[in-house]
């Protein structure tokens, strides 16, 4: 039986390709998904062999080249540079064990379900030595090609209601399936301390039980997750409990809750939704009918589990081009990497992140400390504010000392930088709550400086520009069925306020609330 010395190799083997072959299909890839990175044949000739010529390790590797590579191979890059498991280890706990952050999922899933300890472990090893890579890869494919449409259609069905974010305009017709109300929308609230007034409030914690349908579909979202190398963090989340939201502020409470006991119950929905959608067998979700059985659990957040996120349209003034025409803003799309949990496959806003404190649970409360956050970690290349990569080892991560280049720019004068909320809703699809909002930089000095800097992390696999002054593009673009439900929400709630401030920068389609 043939040895390989790394996983990458192990892949590229497996695919009958010889390493000339398979920097001829990266750089095609590359090309084709508008990736930035490169990788020569004397660079690969290192990877595979997981050390350089000379023997030392390979050291740390381009950003860039890691997502490329990521990209190809739907596969974490720490996972390809590692030593292939010999057939049948992961049938192990400690097998699993090597797949970051499980074992708080294990943990949890033995308390939530009264199993024994390490019996979660082990039921996820005798899965995943019995696992279909080729079936796992083809049943997240079927779920991604479910369209948004058939999504708003099955929840509203669900939940008998039409009252739903949805838009109208001239040759538009677009429905969401965030749930949202008159005072929730034309916010236009700058997102400044004063009108953040949402507040820290631990409660006592009561632990999740489980029944067997509900423990077994955890054992295989968990399966799922170590087989397609999606990365996975027991990281603690802001649950929401009360919420007021208005044009005079956000208002509300919250408690920390673990991402686990979110991953492994209400997340489920989403591809439970899916699964049904992808092979037509009707309306039969059991989860759903559990957690999330009608509107009256979705709007009573106090009594679930409802994580949240941040998503922003963010819009950049760029100046007059010759080869692009007028001044105007450069709109920022992003497609959603299989690496994630939720979402994956999917277009988007970005930044788009879940709210959750990093190290100081009561300031990181604020919409705009979590968006700030995400500006640093997805387009402005802070690796070290992306907790999901190791321990937070920094005291005050976003201290103003630690700043990016263009973040400091951008703060260093009043007016560079806008920030606002434009909406907020309830998710149908997963009962998550979601702050909507417009990022503008209104200093066009900041394109030539940083626009070339601006890159995505793992999370996306690709991104897209579009101009705010191209109507038609951006006419289509919010009709397409690849959209996320939460980040389509985040882009028409910004787009109607862009409308609004931009000036001769945006000629952006007209359209109205409808449905609401």
């Known amino acids: 039986m043939r040895t390989f010395r790394t996983v990458l190799e192990q892949r590229i083997w497996e695919r009958r390709l010889t ?7 990266a750089e095609l890839y590359a090309r084709e ?22 023997g030392e390790p390979l050291g740390q590797m381009k950003a860039s080249t890691a997502r490329l590579l990521e990209s190809m191979l739907d596969t974490p890059v720490e996972e ?22 499980l074992e708080g999922a294990f943990e949890w899933l033995d308390g939530a379900a009264d199993w024994a300890s390490g019996f979660a472990a082990a039921k996820v090893g005798a899965a995943l030595k019995l696992a279909d890579i080729g079936a796992l890869q083809g ?35 677009v429905r969401t399936s965030v749930v949202t109300r008159s005072e929730w929308n034309d916010l236009r609230l700058p997102l400044e301390p004063d009108r953040e007034r949402l507040t820290l409030s631990q409660r006592v914690r009561v632990t999740t039980l489980l029944d067997e ?3 077994e579909a955890a054992v295989q979202r968990l399966v799922m997750t170590a087989a397609l190398g999606v990365r996975f963090a027991n990281l603690p989340l802001y649950r929401l409990v009360e919420i007021d939201v ?15 006991e979110y991953a492994l119950t209400m997340d489920l929905l989403e591809t439970e939704l899916a699964d049904a959608l992808a092979s037509g067998s009707g309306a039969l979700y059991p989860l759903r009918d559990k957690y999330l059985p009608d509107v009256e659990a979705v709007l009573d957040t106090g009594r679930r589990v409802c994580a949240g996120g941040v998503l922003s349209l963010v819009a950049i003034a760029r100046p007059a081009d010759p080869f692009r025409g007028a001044a105007d803003y450069a709109l920022i799309v992003q497609t959603r990497s299989h690496q994630v949990v939720n979402a994956a496959g ?40 992306d907790a999901t990569a190791g321990d937070t080892r920094a005291a005050a991560p976003m201290h103003p000392g630690r700043w990016s280049a263009p973040m400091r720019w951008l703060e260093d004068e009043p007016g560079r930088m806008r920030m606002e909320c434009t909406g907020f809703g309830l998710n149908l699809v997963s009962g998550n709550y979601e702050f909507a909002t417009l990022v503008v930089i209104e200093d066009e000095e900041f394109w030539p400086r940083f626009g070339g800097q601006l890159e995505a992390n793992w ?58």
């Not at 292939?84 to 797949?99: F, L």
């Not at 708003?152 to 305009?169: K, S």
């Open 19 to 25: 390493l000339e072959e398979f920097v001829e299909k």
């Open 33 to 54: 998904h508008r990736e930035p990175g490169t990788l020569g044949l004397r660079h690969l000739q290192r990877l595979v062999a997981g050390r350089r010529s000379a």
């Open 80 to 101: 390809l540079l590692s030593a292939p498991m010999e057939r049948g280890s992961a049938a192990t706990p400690a097998g699993v064990a090597v797949h970051p952050g």
């Open 139 to 173: 049943r997240r494919s079927r779920r991604n090609a479910v369209g948004r449409r058939q999504v708003v259609d099955a929840v509203r069905q669900y939940y008998g209601t039409p009252d739903t974010f949805a838009i109208r305009g001239r040759g538009l017709d």
């Open 213 to 215: 349908d509900c423990a």
């Open 246 to 260: 208005s044009a005079g502020g956000i208002g509300g409470t919250v408690d920390v809750a673990n991402f686990v």
């Open 346 to 385: 999917k277009l988007a806003v970005i930044p788009k992140g879940f709210h959750q404190p990093l190290t100081d649970p009561r300031a990181d409360v604020r919409i705009g400390a979590t968006l700030r956050r995400e500006l640093e970690e997805e387009l402005f290349g802070r690796g070290d504010v």
């Open 459 to 516: 999370e996306a696999s690709g991104l897209t520009l579009y101009s705010s002054l191209d109507s038609e593009l951006i006419t289509d673009l919010v009709q397409q069925e690849a959209w996320s439900n939460e980040g389509l929400f985040a882009l028409l709630q910004g787009l109607r306020r862009l409308r609004e401030i931009g000036g001769s920068r945006v000629s952006l389609p007209s359209f109205e609330l409808s449905g609401l």
